[in-house]
């Protein structure tokens, strides 16, 4: 492809994350992460929900499995860090400068899967 070439727009990834229990994960993510239950498929193995323009999937698997790591944006980081702290999610890393330069956080959800809420 040259460089002058456009690339098609592509949409947002919607990541899938593996869980115990499908409809148990939904529930976390709503009541400690501010995410709304979106579906649950017919036999719960798989199902999804949303926070504004983010969808994350779950799909059902037999421990042992290796949890997933997500990296997030966070524009408002401090507020985002306030609610996710008032509502109960587990923060497993405080909210901090770290040496490379970004000031996180990371929160790990009821099956291991972590995420790093980040901002410049």
């Known amino acids: 492809m040259g460089a002058k070439e456009k690339i098609n727009p592509m949409g947002r990834p919607v990541p899938e994350l593996p869980v115990v229990d499908v409809e148990r994960a939904q529930h976390h993510y709503r009541d400690a992460l501010g995410f709304e239950i979106g579906w649950l498929y017919p036999g719960k193995g798989i199902g999804s929900v949303t926070r504004g323009d983010v969808a994350i999937f779950f799909r059902k698997r037999e421990p042992p499995f290796e949890p997933s790591i997500h990296w997030v944006f966070a524009e408002e980081i401090d507020a ?41």
């Open 80 to 120: 985002l860090h306030q609610e996710l702290t008032s509502s109960g999610a587990k923060i497993v890393d405080p909210l901090e400068k770290k040496p490379w330069g970004l000031r996180q956080f990371t929160v790990e959800d009821l099956d291991g899967n972590l995420f790093y809420f980040h901002h410049d």
